[in-house]
């Protein structure tokens, strides 16, 4: 059975930092490609990143690009979320989320198998 499991939340006030974790377990890790998605109250839940099986292509909404980046240890079965100058607007709850695919280069913004429970981040002003 596949678990993923996201820490690293918090509260935090606007132009601060926090780090994401997910572990996953109960299949090889270096087969996922990850993603992290966030869901804020009222809304649906929206891509925020992506990284391939191989860590070499990354892909970002446009809403955090130059302000996140999006990491995997395969050795750790990690894949990690660095949130820099945070805005309450990224207030949220933040999922990652894997599927297993061949490519070592395949991302995706939609297409997963595998979720986590989420992790609450509020950014406030």
């Known amino acids: 059975q596949v678990h993923l499991v996201e820490s690293g939340g918090g509260l935090v006030q606007a132009g601060g930092s926090l780090r994401l974790s997910c572990v996953a377990s109960?299949?090889?890790?270096?087969?996922?490609?990850m993603g992290w998605h966030r869901q804020a109250p009222g809304k649906e839940r929206e891509f925020v990143a992506a990284?391939?099986?191989?860590?070499?292509?990354?892909d970002y909404a446009d809403s955090v690009k130059g302000r996140f980046a999006i990491s995997k240890e395969n050795a750790k079965n990690t894949v990690y979320l660095q949130m820099n100058s945070l805005k309450p607007e990224d207030t949220a709850v933040y999922y990652c989320?894997?599927?297993?695919?061949?490519?070592?280069?395949?991302?995706?913004?939609?297409?997963?198998?595998?979720w986590g429970q989420g992790t609450q981040v509020t950014v406030s002003s």
């Open positions: 109960g299949l090889t890790f270096s087969s996922l490609t």
């Open positions: 989320a894997g599927r297993g695919v061949i490519s070592t280069y395949y991302t995706s913004r939609s297409e997963y198998d595998y």
């Open positions: 990284i391939s099986r191989s860590g070499s292509v990354i």
